[in-house]
Protein backbone atom coordinates (compact mmCIF):
# COMPACT_ATOMS: atom_id res chain seq x y z
CA UNK A 1 0.00 0.00 0.00
CA UNK A 2 1.44 4.00 -0.79
CA UNK A 3 1.75 5.92 1.42
CA UNK A 4 -0.21 8.88 1.82
CA UNK A 5 1.41 12.46 2.56
CA UNK A 6 -1.22 14.30 3.65
CA UNK A 7 0.72 17.88 3.60
CA UNK A 8 -1.74 19.51 1.71
CA UNK A 9 -4.28 19.49 5.21
CA UNK A 10 -4.17 20.91 8.30
CA UNK A 11 -2.57 18.86 10.92
CA UNK A 12 -2.79 20.24 14.20
CA UNK A 13 -6.52 19.20 15.72
CA UNK A 14 -7.80 22.30 16.92
CA UNK A 15 -8.47 21.79 20.84
CA UNK A 16 -12.39 23.90 20.04
CA UNK A 17 -12.94 21.28 17.62
CA UNK A 18 -12.45 18.60 20.04
CA UNK A 19 -13.91 20.19 23.54
CA UNK A 20 -15.02 23.99 23.80
CA UNK A 21 -13.74 23.44 27.64
CA UNK A 22 -10.11 22.71 26.17
CA UNK A 23 -9.79 25.32 23.72
CA UNK A 24 -9.22 28.29 26.56
CA UNK A 25 -6.33 25.80 28.34
CA UNK A 26 -4.46 24.77 25.54
CA UNK A 27 -5.00 26.79 22.43
CA UNK A 28 -4.78 30.44 23.50
CA UNK A 29 -3.25 32.05 20.56
CA UNK A 30 0.48 31.78 20.25
CA UNK A 31 -0.07 29.46 23.04
CA UNK A 32 2.90 26.34 21.33
CA UNK A 33 5.17 29.42 20.69
CA UNK A 34 5.25 29.95 24.47
CA UNK A 35 4.93 26.37 25.68
CA UNK A 36 8.48 25.61 23.54
CA UNK A 37 10.17 28.86 25.29
CA UNK A 38 8.15 27.47 28.92
CA UNK A 39 9.91 23.68 27.83
CA UNK A 40 13.28 25.87 27.31
CA UNK A 41 12.97 27.26 30.99
CA UNK A 42 11.73 24.49 33.02
CA UNK A 43 13.96 21.30 32.82
CA UNK A 44 13.19 17.78 32.30
CA UNK A 45 12.53 15.44 35.05
CA UNK A 46 16.03 13.62 34.43
CA UNK A 47 16.79 9.73 35.08
CA UNK A 48 12.45 9.07 34.18
CA UNK A 49 13.99 7.13 31.11
CA UNK A 50 16.42 4.35 31.31
CA UNK A 51 18.63 4.15 28.34
CA UNK A 52 19.04 0.58 26.93
CA UNK A 53 20.70 -0.60 24.65
CA UNK A 54 19.16 -2.85 22.02
CA UNK A 55 22.13 -3.15 19.41
CA UNK A 56 24.79 -0.75 17.44
CA UNK A 57 22.79 2.51 16.62
CA UNK A 58 19.22 0.79 18.70
CA UNK A 59 18.02 1.95 21.89
CA UNK A 60 14.99 1.21 24.15
CA UNK A 61 14.13 4.46 26.12
CA UNK A 62 12.53 2.69 29.31
CA UNK A 63 9.90 4.61 31.10
CA UNK A 64 7.89 4.22 34.59
CA UNK A 65 5.70 1.21 35.05
CA UNK A 66 3.33 2.72 36.63
CA UNK A 67 0.44 4.96 35.82
CA UNK A 68 1.15 8.84 33.89
CA UNK A 69 2.20 11.23 36.58
CA UNK A 70 3.80 14.83 36.94
CA UNK A 71 7.23 13.25 37.25
CA UNK A 72 6.89 11.21 34.57
CA UNK A 73 4.95 14.03 32.20
CA UNK A 74 3.01 10.91 30.54
CA UNK A 75 6.05 9.20 29.50
CA UNK A 76 5.09 5.72 31.70
CA UNK A 77 6.04 3.77 28.19
CA UNK A 78 8.99 2.08 26.34
CA UNK A 79 10.13 4.15 23.54
CA UNK A 80 12.46 3.25 20.76
CA UNK A 81 15.60 5.29 19.08
CA UNK A 82 17.30 4.45 15.83
CA UNK A 83 20.34 6.28 15.33
CA UNK A 84 21.07 6.75 11.56
CA UNK A 85 23.50 8.43 9.04
CA UNK A 86 20.67 10.62 8.63
CA UNK A 87 19.71 11.22 12.01
CA UNK A 88 17.63 10.02 14.82
CA UNK A 89 14.42 8.01 14.20
CA UNK A 90 12.13 7.97 17.11
CA UNK A 91 9.20 5.18 17.73
CA UNK A 92 6.98 7.00 20.25
CA UNK A 93 7.06 11.10 20.75
CA UNK A 94 5.95 11.18 24.13
CA UNK A 95 3.18 11.82 26.32
CA UNK A 96 3.01 15.65 26.28
CA UNK A 97 4.92 18.41 24.89
CA UNK A 98 7.39 18.27 28.09
CA UNK A 99 7.40 14.91 27.71
CA UNK A 100 8.62 15.23 24.14
CA UNK A 101 11.28 17.56 25.73
CA UNK A 102 12.06 15.07 28.16
CA UNK A 103 12.70 12.43 25.33
CA UNK A 104 14.73 14.82 23.22
CA UNK A 105 16.90 15.58 26.61
CA UNK A 106 17.42 11.86 26.93
CA UNK A 107 19.02 11.35 23.53
CA UNK A 108 21.52 14.23 23.91
CA UNK A 109 23.21 11.15 26.01
CA UNK A 110 23.10 8.88 23.04
CA UNK A 111 24.15 11.55 19.85
CA UNK A 112 23.66 15.05 19.02
CA UNK A 113 21.72 13.95 15.84
CA UNK A 114 18.71 15.75 15.69
CA UNK A 115 15.31 13.51 15.21
CA UNK A 116 14.23 13.00 11.77
CA UNK A 117 11.98 11.04 11.87
CA UNK A 118 9.34 10.07 14.93
CA UNK A 119 6.76 6.81 14.36
CA UNK A 120 3.47 6.76 15.95
CA UNK A 121 2.78 2.59 16.57
CA UNK A 122 -0.90 3.40 18.15
CA UNK A 123 -3.57 5.84 19.69
CA UNK A 124 -2.49 5.39 23.70
CA UNK A 125 -1.37 9.43 24.45
CA UNK A 126 2.27 8.65 25.46
CA UNK A 127 2.43 7.46 21.36
CA UNK A 128 1.65 10.69 19.71
CA UNK A 129 1.51 13.54 21.94
CA UNK A 130 4.61 14.51 21.62
CA UNK A 131 4.61 14.97 17.90
CA UNK A 132 4.07 18.80 18.33
CA UNK A 133 7.27 19.08 19.72
CA UNK A 134 8.97 17.35 17.28
CA UNK A 135 7.50 18.23 13.80
CA UNK A 136 8.20 21.73 14.58
CA UNK A 137 12.11 20.41 15.16
CA UNK A 138 11.50 19.39 11.55
CA UNK A 139 10.31 15.74 12.48
CA UNK A 140 8.93 13.98 9.70
CA UNK A 141 5.49 12.26 11.83
CA UNK A 142 4.24 8.68 10.49
CA UNK A 143 1.17 6.49 11.48
CA UNK A 144 -0.85 3.47 10.16
CA UNK A 145 -4.34 4.85 9.01
CA UNK A 146 -6.15 3.18 12.05
CA UNK A 147 -3.76 4.55 14.63
CA UNK A 148 -4.40 8.47 13.26
CA UNK A 149 -8.62 7.60 13.55
CA UNK A 150 -7.62 6.30 16.97
CA UNK A 151 -6.28 9.14 18.07
CA UNK A 152 -8.51 11.95 17.00
CA UNK A 153 -11.62 10.21 18.37
CA UNK A 154 -10.02 10.05 21.46
CA UNK A 155 -7.71 13.31 21.57
CA UNK A 156 -10.17 15.28 24.03
CA UNK A 157 -10.49 11.97 26.47
CA UNK A 158 -7.32 11.78 26.63
CA UNK A 159 -6.48 15.56 27.47
CA UNK A 160 -9.10 15.09 30.23
CA UNK A 161 -7.15 12.33 31.67
CA UNK A 162 -3.84 13.71 31.23
CA UNK A 163 -4.87 17.07 33.32
CA UNK A 164 -6.36 14.93 36.09
CA UNK A 165 -3.08 12.79 35.98
CA UNK A 166 -0.24 14.74 35.07
CA UNK A 167 -2.01 18.49 35.90
CA UNK A 168 -1.96 21.37 33.54
CA UNK A 169 1.43 22.62 34.12
CA UNK A 170 2.78 19.69 33.37
CA UNK A 171 0.41 19.45 30.51
CA UNK A 172 1.25 23.23 29.22
CA UNK A 173 2.07 23.36 25.41
CA UNK A 174 0.85 19.96 24.12
CA UNK A 175 -1.54 20.00 21.17
CA UNK A 176 -3.06 17.24 19.43
CA UNK A 177 -1.24 16.67 16.14
CA UNK A 178 -0.92 13.36 13.92
CA UNK A 179 0.77 12.29 11.25
CA UNK A 180 1.04 13.77 8.03
CA UNK A 181 2.48 10.70 6.50
CA UNK A 182 0.13 7.48 6.48
CA UNK A 183 -0.16 4.42 5.46
CA UNK A 184 -2.78 1.28 5.94
CA UNK A 185 -1.46 -2.02 5.75
CA UNK A 186 2.57 -1.53 5.58
CA UNK A 187 5.14 0.70 4.05
CA UNK A 188 9.29 0.48 4.05
CA UNK A 189 11.60 3.04 5.15
CA UNK A 190 15.22 4.12 4.60
CA UNK A 191 16.41 6.66 6.84
CA UNK A 192 20.03 7.20 6.13
CA UNK A 193 20.99 3.71 5.15
CA UNK A 194 18.60 1.98 7.90
CA UNK A 195 16.08 0.13 6.76
CA UNK A 196 12.58 -0.09 8.51
CA UNK A 197 9.40 -1.58 7.97
CA UNK A 198 6.16 -0.57 9.43
CA UNK A 199 3.44 -3.36 9.99
CA UNK A 200 -0.03 -2.08 10.87
CA UNK A 201 -1.02 -5.20 13.42
CA UNK A 202 -3.95 -4.43 15.18
CA UNK A 203 -6.44 -4.23 16.20
CA UNK A 204 -4.88 -5.23 19.64
CA UNK A 205 -4.74 -2.60 22.52
CA UNK A 206 -5.52 -0.29 20.54
CA UNK A 207 -6.91 -0.31 16.68
CA UNK A 208 -4.20 1.23 15.26
CA UNK A 209 -1.37 -1.04 16.73
CA UNK A 210 1.69 -0.99 14.37
CA UNK A 211 4.82 -3.10 14.68
CA UNK A 212 8.43 -1.30 13.65
CA UNK A 213 10.98 -4.07 11.68
CA UNK A 214 14.77 -3.70 11.70
CA UNK A 215 14.90 -7.19 9.27
CA UNK A 216 18.84 -6.63 9.12
CA UNK A 217 19.03 -6.37 12.53
CA UNK A 218 15.96 -8.66 13.45
CA UNK A 219 14.52 -6.50 15.67
CA UNK A 220 11.06 -5.59 16.49
CA UNK A 221 9.80 -2.51 18.28
CA UNK A 222 6.58 -3.88 19.41
CA UNK A 223 4.63 -0.96 20.28
CA UNK A 224 1.43 -2.23 22.86
CA UNK A 225 1.15 -5.47 20.95
CA UNK A 226 3.80 -6.31 23.31
CA UNK A 227 3.76 -5.34 27.67
CA UNK A 228 6.43 -6.97 29.41
CA UNK A 229 7.40 -6.33 33.10
CA UNK A 230 4.16 -5.37 34.28
CA UNK A 231 0.48 -7.19 33.61
CA UNK A 232 -0.60 -5.59 30.24
CA UNK A 233 -4.41 -3.91 30.10
CA UNK A 234 -7.07 -4.84 27.97
CA UNK A 235 -9.26 -1.76 27.59
CA UNK A 236 -13.01 -0.72 26.33
CA UNK A 237 -11.28 -0.43 22.96
CA UNK A 238 -8.90 -2.85 23.21
CA UNK A 239 -9.41 -6.15 20.78
CA UNK A 240 -8.63 -9.53 22.41
CA UNK A 241 -8.98 -11.42 19.33
CA UNK A 242 -7.21 -9.21 17.40
CA UNK A 243 -4.55 -8.55 19.92
CA UNK A 244 -3.37 -12.41 19.87
CA UNK A 245 -3.49 -12.55 15.51
CA UNK A 246 -1.36 -9.20 16.21
CA UNK A 247 1.47 -11.00 18.26
CA UNK A 248 1.32 -14.46 15.96
CA UNK A 249 1.75 -11.46 13.12
CA UNK A 250 5.19 -10.74 15.15
CA UNK A 251 6.16 -14.25 15.66
CA UNK A 252 5.80 -14.41 11.87
CA UNK A 253 9.14 -11.81 12.18
CA UNK A 254 11.21 -14.38 14.33
CA UNK A 255 12.86 -11.08 16.16
CA UNK A 256 16.14 -12.12 17.69
CA UNK A 257 15.07 -8.81 20.56
CA UNK A 258 11.93 -7.32 21.31
CA UNK A 259 11.35 -3.86 22.27
CA UNK A 260 7.66 -3.65 23.84
CA UNK A 261 5.82 -0.67 24.24
CA UNK A 262 6.08 -1.17 28.39
CA UNK A 263 8.89 -2.78 29.74
CA UNK A 264 12.59 -3.74 28.86
CA UNK A 265 13.47 -5.07 25.90
CA UNK A 266 13.72 -8.91 25.47
CA UNK A 267 13.82 -12.52 23.47
CA UNK A 268 10.38 -13.22 22.13
CA UNK A 269 9.66 -15.60 24.52
CA UNK A 270 8.81 -13.15 27.37
CA UNK A 271 6.46 -11.79 25.19
CA UNK A 272 4.60 -15.18 24.81
CA UNK A 273 4.91 -16.11 28.82
CA UNK A 274 3.74 -12.41 29.89
CA UNK A 275 1.89 -11.19 27.22
CA UNK A 276 0.46 -13.99 24.77
CA UNK A 277 -0.11 -16.05 27.57
CA UNK A 278 -2.02 -13.91 29.55
CA UNK A 279 -4.47 -13.07 26.89
CA UNK A 280 -5.23 -17.01 25.22
CA UNK A 281 -5.98 -17.64 29.41
CA UNK A 282 -8.35 -14.37 29.75
CA UNK A 283 -10.61 -15.52 26.35
CA UNK A 284 -9.92 -18.79 27.20
CA UNK A 285 -11.61 -18.55 31.03
CA UNK A 286 -14.17 -16.01 29.95
CA UNK A 287 -15.26 -17.92 27.01
CA UNK A 288 -15.38 -20.97 29.46
CA UNK A 289 -17.51 -18.34 31.80
CA UNK A 290 -19.97 -17.52 28.49
CA UNK A 291 -20.56 -21.12 27.87
CA UNK A 292 -22.22 -22.23 31.11
CA UNK A 293 -24.53 -19.10 30.71
CA UNK A 294 -22.57 -17.08 33.58
CA UNK A 295 -22.12 -13.08 34.15
CA UNK A 296 -19.54 -10.06 34.46
CA UNK A 297 -19.17 -11.03 38.31
CA UNK A 298 -17.88 -14.57 37.78
CA UNK A 299 -15.93 -13.03 34.54
CA UNK A 300 -13.98 -11.50 37.48
CA UNK A 301 -13.03 -14.05 39.49
CA UNK A 302 -11.51 -16.23 36.78
CA UNK A 303 -8.36 -18.19 37.65
CA UNK A 304 -4.98 -15.92 36.71
CA UNK A 305 -2.81 -16.83 39.29
CA UNK A 306 -0.02 -17.80 37.07
CA UNK A 307 0.14 -14.40 36.24
CA UNK A 308 0.27 -12.89 39.97
CA UNK A 309 3.93 -12.09 39.72
CA UNK A 310 3.20 -9.50 37.50
CA UNK A 311 3.31 -5.67 38.97
CA UNK A 312 -0.29 -4.32 38.62
CA UNK A 313 -1.65 -7.64 38.61
CA UNK A 314 -3.96 -6.93 41.61
CA UNK A 315 -5.55 -3.72 40.22
CA UNK A 316 -5.63 -4.70 36.84
CA UNK A 317 -6.76 -8.83 35.79
CA UNK A 318 -10.04 -8.73 36.97
CA UNK A 319 -10.72 -5.58 34.64
CA UNK A 320 -9.37 -7.16 32.34
CA UNK A 321 -11.49 -10.30 32.28
CA UNK A 322 -14.17 -8.14 32.54
CA UNK A 323 -13.78 -5.98 29.39
CA UNK A 324 -12.55 -9.77 27.99
CA UNK A 325 -15.96 -10.89 28.79
CA UNK A 326 -18.03 -7.56 27.65
CA UNK A 327 -15.58 -7.93 24.02
CA UNK A 328 -16.63 -12.03 23.88
CA UNK A 329 -20.80 -11.54 25.01
CA UNK A 330 -21.27 -10.33 21.25
CA UNK A 331 -18.81 -12.11 19.05
Same mark, same amino acid.
Given at each position: ???? =? ?80 ? %? ?17 ? /? ?17 ? =? ?66 ? %? /? ?28 ? $? ?7 ? %? ?28 ? %? ?30 ? $?? /? ?34
Amino acid at each position: MVAR =DRTEKPTGIPMHSLAHGWSRRFRAAGLLAAALVVLAILPARAGVLEVVPVADNVYALVGPLGQRSADNLGNNATFGVVVTDA %GVVLIDSGGSARGAAMIAE /TLQTITDKPVVTVINTGGQ =DHRWLGNAYFKSKGAEIIAADAAVRDQTARADEQFFMLTNLIGEEALAGTEAVPAERTFESALELEVG %G /TKLVLKMAGPAHTPGDTIVWLPKERIAFAG $DVVFLDRML %GVLPYSNSAGWIAAFKALEVLDPAIVVPGH %GRPAPLSAGIAQTFDVLVNLRSEVGAVLERGG $DM /TEAADIDQSAFAALPNFETLSRRNAQAVFMEMEFE
